[in-house]
């Protein structure tokens, strides 16, 4: 059993109850059905280390001190291990950072945040601007891409020495922006300019109508503009004015044996986007 779900509220006190309730209630009948259940894997996140709140220990690791709750995270960790004992299956939760995917209608989508601004951007005839606070430019900070994500987390879920434990999961390696921002900026061939703390809900909200142009101008699928803008979280992951990174040694040290080289990352995942016609193609000199 693979949990991934999520319902968000705009507490996190009120994120426990829905969270917690679901993964219960599912675990309750699963149980109840499957004989031969065999493991329950769970998708974590920072928010164990506390990284949403401010400055964190880095490299998170693992067994890190716990912070005060209310965190579901947490409680839905410790659910599992009570649950989990004196029983034939065993449990994984995993750790990833900010994932890299193509998913659409995505509230936590940082691939495509990137690059329908960027987009956006060039149509205005714009410079690239990192429209973060100015602190998190220089910063240090991992992603994990949700292909990786996916293999280590059936790798976790179908090893033995895996078995109720946690795993930070990251591609391998770690960037600032301010030396993949410019390089972002090249891949859709626009000039780069110094950052400018911009909150993307404010400047990208009122959007819509120069999106639903650039669909017609260049034949892109008709995806509502909600369903390929997740600014609330392009702010906060650019609000982030502290080193964000985890220790991925564990799974490697058991045997995941995966790396993914970000910025490699995000110009394969920004060409999926252009071949599935969600973001302009452009037309490259030459």
């Given at each position: 059993?693979?949990?991934?779900?999520?319902?968000?509220?705009?507490?996190?006190?009120?994120?426990?109850?829905?969270?917690?309730?679901?993964?219960?209630?599912?675990?309750?009948?699963?149980?109840?059905?499957?004989?031969?259940?065999?493991?329950?894997?769970?998708?974590?996140?920072?928010?164990?280390?506390?990284?949403?709140?401010g400055?964190?220990?880095?490299?998170?690791?693992?067994?890190?001190?716990?912070?005060?709750?209310?965190?579901?995270?947490?409680?839905?960790?410790q659910?599992?291990?009570?649950?989990?004992?004196g029983?034939?299956?065993?449990?994984?939760?995993?750790?990833?950072?900010?994932?890299?995917?193509?998913?659409?209608?995505?509230?936590?989508?940082?691939?495509?945040?990137?690059?329908v601004?960027?987009?956006?951007?060039?149509?205005?005839?714009?410079?690239?601007?990192?429209?973060?606070?100015?602190?998190?430019?220089?910063?240090?900070?991992?992603?994990?891409?949700?292909?990786?994500l996916?293999?280590?987390?059936?790798w976790?879920?179908?090893n033995?020495?895996?078995?109720?434990?946690?795993?930070?999961?990251?591609?391998?390696?770690?960037?600032?922006?301010?030396?993949?921002?410019p390089?972002?900026?090249?891949?859709?061939?626009?000039?780069?300019?110094?950052?400018?703390?911009?909150?993307?809900?404010?400047?990208?909200?009122?959007?819509?109508?120069?999106?639903?142009?650039?669909?017609?101008?260049?034949?892109?699928?008709?995806?509502?503009?909600?369903?390929?803008?997740?600014?609330?979280?392009?702010?906060?992951?650019?609000?982030?004015?502290?080193?964000?990174?985890?220790?991925?040694?564990?799974?490697?040290?058991?045997?995941?044996?995966?790396?993914?080289?970000?910025?490699?990352?995000?110009?394969?995942?920004?060409?999926?986007?252009?071949?599935?016609?969600?973001?302009?193609?452009?037309?490259?000199?030459?």
């Amino acid at each position: 059993m693979f949990f991934t779900q999520l319902q968000d509220k705009p507490t996190w006190g009120e994120l426990v109850e829905p969270n917690l309730t679901m993964l219960i209630n599912v675990v309750n009948i699963i149980e109840s059905i499957a004989d031969n259940l065999e493991h329950i894997s769970l998708m974590q996140g920072y928010k164990v280390y506390g990284a949403h709140y401010g400055p964190f220990k880095t490299p998170a690791k693992e067994n890190d001190g716990g912070h005060m709750p209310p965190e579901f995270n947490v409680d839905q960790q410790q659910f599992l291990e009570k649950q989990q004992a004196g029983k034939n299956w065993t449990w994984s939760a995993l750790r990833p950072s900010v994932v890299g995917g193509t998913a659409l209608a995505n509230p936590m989508n940082l691939v495509l945040v990137i690059a329908v601004y960027a987009a956006i951007s060039k149509e205005f005839g714009l410079p690239l601007r990192f429209p973060g606070k100015p602190g998190a430019y220089d910063k240090l900070m991992d992603i994990t891409d949700s292909r990786l994500l996916a293999k280590a987390t059936v790798w976790a879920a179908t090893n033995i020495q895996c078995a109720n434990q946690a795993f930070n999961i990251t591609n391998g390696d770690l960037i600032r922006w301010n030396d993949l921002w410019p390089k972002i900026a090249n891949y859709f061939e626009m000039e780069v300019a110094p950052p400018l703390h911009m909150p993307l809900q404010t400047i990208m909200g009122d959007k819509v109508s120069v999106w639903k142009s650039m669909q017609q101008k260049y034949k892109l699928e008709k995806h509502s503009y909600e369903d390929v803008s997740s600014w609330g979280f392009g702010d906060f992951v650019f609000s982030w004015d502290y080193d964000f990174f985890s220790d991925g040694s564990k799974a490697r040290r058991l045997g995941f044996h995966e790396y993914i080289e970000t910025e490699q990352m995000f110009f394969d995942l920004f060409d999926e986007l252009k071949k599935q016609k969600v973001i302009p193609g452009f037309h490259k000199p030459g």
